[in-house]
């Protein structure tokens, strides 16, 4: 599922093979905040279904870069 340009999914997620720049986050609606906030475009969030932040977002780009 997608919202213009941000992909949407759920299940697991390996953070050694990720290669984009990514934070946790307690909701989808955070990851946008954090990514306006550091100047950041949100590309992707993955619903882990984890109980202590369970959305994982990634962006494109690095923070600085």
Known sequence: MTDGDIKYSKGKFDPINKTRYWLPAASK???KKIGKKRGLRLVETIDTEA???PIICIF??????
């Open 29 to 31: 609606e955070r990851c």
């Open 51 to 53: 109980e202590v932040l």
């Open 60 to 65: 494109e780009g690095y923070p600085d870069e």
